[in-house]
């Protein structure tokens, strides 16, 4: 069986694709975080074809297949009646991409049974194939050709570092209440990933007053360094408190 994750999926496609293609028929296995999204929803002796098909519909689409069993039997050339099962076995993991961030359900005793069955839920959050469905790729592109693709990155950036964002804005109006011009303090401005997107900041909002612009070109100015003196000025003031352009 050969295991298949982020890390090696480019370089094992070429093999996993020629093994479909050569295959006389092929199986599946998946593993899902949850089974029934309701106990109605649990089949029953009485379900007729297109009740339990609507039923593995609503499981399939509101939980994850966290893991994809893949078997291709491709007929041995000796022997029409014997074949060699080629396995692979996928970890699935939808990470988030510009303006998708997927949702599910899990179920608690779907976790319990794979942790029992030794499952690795680092790999599977770490090292996991991200993917796509059909929906997800036409909206997409769609941002795509709209140009908006660009802006949702930004906007899931900032989200991602507005705690930290707003931590560092605190400590400078504390300082700034109560310091006098010409004070210093030192401000750790913390990563290259803060200092861009407080530089992205001032890009997204260079519509607004001018007076907001020469504040915050003021602070990224010291942002060359991990550790820097800021002097009170009255634009320091000004950019302290909740910018527009960081939330």
């Known amino acids: 069986m050969v295991e298949v994750v982020r890390n090696n999926f480019e370089d094992l496609f070429p093999e996993i694709k020629e093994a479909i293609e ?64 080629h396995t692979y076995n996928f970890f699935l993991y939808p990470q988030s991409f510009g303006p998708l961030d997927v949702r599910w359900l899990s179920q608690a005793s779907s976790l319990e049974f794979l942790c029992q069955h030794n499952f690795d839920f680092n790999k599977f959050i770490y090292n996991g194939i991200p993917f796509l469905n059909n929906d997800q790729v036409a909206l997409l592109q769609k941002y795509h050709t709209n140009g908006d693709l660009y802006t949702s990155f930004q906007s899931q950036t900032l989200r991602i570092i507005d705690e930290d964002v707003l931590d560092r804005c605190e400590k400078l109006e504390e300082w700034v209440s109560s310091a006098q011009n010409g004070d210093e303090i030192e401000f750790n401005l913390g990563s290259s990933m803060i200092r861009n997107a407080m530089a ?20 990224i100015s010291y942002s060359m360094e991990s550790n820097v003196g800021v002097p009170k000025t009255d634009s320091t003031a000004m950019c302290i408190g909740k910018p527009t352009g960081l939330l």
Request: net charge negative.
């Open 200 to 219: 992205n900041a001032e890009r997204i909002d260079q519509d607004q007053e001018d007076v907001k612009r020469r504040s915050m070109d003021h602070i």
């Open 22 to 85: 050569q295959s006389a028929f092929v199986a599946i296995d998946t593993e899902f975080t949850g089974l029934y999204t309701t106990d109605s929803s649990q089949p029953s002796l009485f379900d007729d074809p297109e009740t339990r098909y609507k039923k593995l519909k609503k499981t399939a689409s509101q939980f994850l297949i966290s893991q994809f069993g893949l078997t291709a039997f491709i007929q041995s050339e000796k022997d029409s009646n014997q074949y060699v099962a």
